[in-house]
């Protein structure tokens, strides 16, 4: 009884940890976040910028929609309003959505070197799993080739930060099972990346 008043306590006073999940138009950004963390709170924003908040006694997730992911003339808004030190990043992407791709790589790379994003741990999901394995001779996303086009093996060499790559369904919590317990690990055991 005492301890649970006492971790209400602290968790109250505790700064939570930022979890930035950013994305193209539907891909299933909330979906994931409902499937991290289903009762997070959802805390209403005054400005735009298709920017959602919700938070949990120790983690605020935002979400981040595509409008300013895809021009790299957004960089101001990207350093003013992602957070400074997030403590993982998720990048969710609709595997059967190749055609977009072409158009979202080059800024999503940008935005993953950017100065807030270049050192914290990346998770990349390739979600809608589901879609592609009932479709499978229509075009889908390989994770080969997102890794490659979004260059995640130099950035976690650059920089020294985890990435990780999974192809997943928000339709089936099994499949998210790796991704979560990652972002655990990297909110809970963080590594020090490198300067
Ligand atoms: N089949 C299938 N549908 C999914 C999956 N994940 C999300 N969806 C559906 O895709 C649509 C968009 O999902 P959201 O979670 O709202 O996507 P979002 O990225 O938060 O959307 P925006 O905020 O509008 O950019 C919804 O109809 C979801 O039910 C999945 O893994 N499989």
């Known amino acids: 009884m005492l301890k649970s008043l006492w971790d209400g ?11 930035v999940i950013f994305g193209p138009l539907a891909s299933g950004k909330k979906a994931i976040k409902d499937c991290i963390a289903p009762h997070a709170r959802y805390v209403p924003q005054n400005e735009g910028y298709n920017q959602s908040i919700y938070v949990t006694s120790d983690i ?8 300013c992911l ?10 003013e309003y992602l957070p400074k030190t ?13 055609e977009m791709w072409g158009t979202i790589k080059v800024g999503l790379r940008n935005l993953l070197q950017s100065d807030n994003l270049r050192q914290c741990p990346v998770l990349v999901l390739l979600n809608k799993e589901d879609i592609a394995d009932e479709n499978p001779n229509d075009p889908q ?4 080739r997102v890794q490659t086009d979004l260059d ?3 950035l976690r060499r650059r920089a ?5 790559i999974w192809r997943v369904s928000a339709r ?24």
């Not at 306590?9 to 979890?19: D, G, M, N």
């Not at 997030?86 to 190749?98: F, K």
Request: hydrophobic share 45%; charged share 20%; with cysteine.
């Open 141 to 144: 996303l390989t994770v080969e």
């Open 86 to 98: 997030p403590a993982a990043a998720i990048l969710v992407l609709d595997v059967t959505d190749v």
């Open 70 to 79: 895809l021009n790299s003339r957004f960089k101001p808004v990207w350093e």
């Open 9 to 19: 306590i602290t968790s109250y006073f505790r700064t939570p940890a930022e979890v």
């Open 160 to 164: 020294g930060v985890r990435s990780a």
């Open 60 to 67: 605020k997730f935002v979400l981040w929609s595509q409008y």
């Open 152 to 154: 995640l093996v130099a």
């Open 172 to 195: 089936s919590p099994e499949s998210l099972k790796p991704a979560l317990d990652w972002v655990n690990e990297c909110i809970y055991a963080p590594v020090p990346a490198r300067q």
